[in-house]
């Protein structure tokens, strides 16, 4: 009988391990989206990788809800129309540390976007990230992201969770 037990024991244990890495898998294609919709100027796209009331915390301000999400990507008055999209743009993240705790995680990193300038790119910012992150109807969600740019003494302001990881 303890056979069977351990037996059950090891598939469980599995089963969790298998469904933290799928969480993990989804989160960084969640990521990928954030990019690829910034950079295809696809507003509906990337204000929907974030939660409905979400929040960025970043240098330049701050932006909450999916609707004004939206608006940041579409206006073409906007920022991200005249400075970054509409000069051609790369948003790229860096390695990322992820862990999930059920339907929450979060992951920190760094991120880096590039914009056309001339003939070539040039990098238009650099940051510190932390974000976290919710499932909600079977997919994740940016519930909250804190930006800093790489600048002496940021890291330290938004890199926390990975010092008590395990």
Request: overall charge negative; proline content about 2%.
């Amino acid at each position: 009988m303890s056979l069977l037990v351990d037996h059950g024991d090891r598939i469980a244990v599995l089963e969790a391990k298998v469904a933290e890495l799928q969480a993990r898998e989804e989160i960084r294609e969640l990521f990928s989206r954030y990019g690829l919709s910034a950079d295809t100027g696809d507003a509906r796209a990337w204000s929907e990788v974030w939660a409905r009331e979400g929040v960025y915390d970043g240098a330049g301000g701050r932006i909450q809800g999916r609707q004004a999400f939206f608006d940041a990507i579409e206006d073409p008055q906007a920022t991200h129309k005249r400075e970054i999209e509409g000069k051609g743009s790369l948003h790229t993240t860096g390695s990322l540390m992820i862990r999930v705790n059920g339907d929450d995680a979060w992951a920190e990193g760094p991120t880096l976007v590039w914009v056309g300038e001339g003939e070539g790119y040039r990098i238009y910012s650099l940051s510190y990230n932390h974000w976290d992150l919710h499932k909600t109807d079977g997919r994740w969600e940016i519930v909250r992201r804190m930006s800093r740019p790489v600048a002496p003494g940021n890291a330290g302001q938004v890199f926390r969770a990975w010092q008590t990881a395990q």
